[in-house]
């Protein structure tokens, strides 16, 4: 078992910085590929980004967030993080960090992901 807190969340202005912390505990954090995923209202969880167990690979949903944000890992604090830059409106939405025992993938359909944190909002004032 893992278990994810997600933490960081928040309210900004258009064109603003957040940075979201997701905590592990548990199973061996490193033993992990980590996602992030949001979701808005109405609409299904999607994917963010995600890192590889050593950080060595990251992979990052095409056009709407790559260059923007970016993910990161350290194994010895058990935590991932998501920094994310020049946020827009349409980047409001509650998100969640995953994790799931993939050796050589990152998955970008949630539903591969095997445990979840509650979630973080993040809301972007235009």
């Known amino acids: 078992q893992v278990q994810l807190v997600e933490s960081g969340g928040g309210l900004v202005q258009t064109g603003g910085s957040l940075r979201l912390s997701c905590a592990a505990s548990g199973r061996t954090f490193s033993s992990y590929a980590m996602g992030w995923f949001r979701q808005a209202p109405g609409k299904e969880r999607e994917f963010v980004a995600a890192?590889?167990?050593?950080?060595?690979?990251?992979?990052y949903a095409a056009s709407s967030v790559k260059g923007r944000f970016t993910i990161s890992r350290d194994n010895a604090k058990n935590t991932v993080y998501l920094q994310m830059n020049n946020l827009k409106p349409e980047d409001r939405a509650v998100y969640y960090c995953?994790?799931?025992?993939?050796?050589?993938?990152?998955?970008?359909?949630?539903?591969?992901?095997?445990?979840w944190g509650q979630g973080t909002q993040v809301t972007v004032a235009s």
């Open positions: 890192i590889s167990r050593s950080g060595s690979t990251t992979k």
């Open positions: 995953g994790a799931g025992d993939f050796s050589t993938s990152l998955p970008t359909g949630s539903e591969r992901y095997d445990y």
